[in-house]
């Protein structure tokens, strides 16, 4: 049986110990130079190890393995944006993601200047001046952004403005990467 399958990901069993704490002498003459992840202790090792810790009711913290990766769109709902305002959009991913494409519909790109995007209180941009929405059409190239990971419900966010004379019904997708 794996490690990982003995008591999960990121679980606790008891409080006495910490991550990666010392445990000598803890078992005796046994000697664990770290509480999990050790990389020189066989599989066997670790699980016995945790089935003391169980035992003992301390603690063991398994770091979570990431099983999927995969790519994805966050949806920004779709706004009305009236003549000369700015609004900013968000959006709140509930798995780990990266964003790496921002994709705005050509129709409505011309009349959108993009003045910032962040994730989390972080902005992505390296300067505060506006970026044409043009820019990030679906047929944009060179438009890699390699954005910053959001965690879990964490806001990813749009701040534009609209420079046309009329409304515009702004929408748009960031493509990325979501991990869980």
Request: no cysteine; hydrophobic share 45%.
């Amino acid at each position: 049986m794996p490690f990982e399958d003995i008591i999960g990901a990121e679980d606790i069993i008891g409080a006495d110990v910490a991550y990666g704490a010392s445990l000598d002498n803890m078992f005796g003459a046994t000697r664990y130079p770290l509480v999990v992840g050790a990389e020189d202790q066989a599989e066997a090792n670790k699980a016995a190890f945790v089935r003391q810790l169980a035992a003992r009711h301390a603690a063991a913290v398994v770091p979570r393995q990431v099983t999927k990766a995969r790519e994805y769109p966050l949806g920004f709902p779709t706004t009305a944006v009236l003549a000369g305002a700015s609004a900013t959009i968000t959006s709140q991913p509930q798995v780990p993601f990266r964003g790496r494409r921002l994709i705005i519909p050509s129709d409505i790109a011309g009349s959108i200047l993009i003045t910032d995007l962040k994730v989390g209180k972080n902005s992505m941009f390296p300067t505060s001046n506006p970026v044409p929405g043009r820019a990030f059409t679906e047929l944009g190239v060179g438009v890699d952004l390699n954005l910053d990971t959001a965690q879990i419900s964490q806001l990813v966010s749009l701040s534009i403005t609209n420079t046309s004379l009329a409304t515009v019904s702004f929408n748009a997708t960031i493509i990325g990467t979501a991990v869980e």
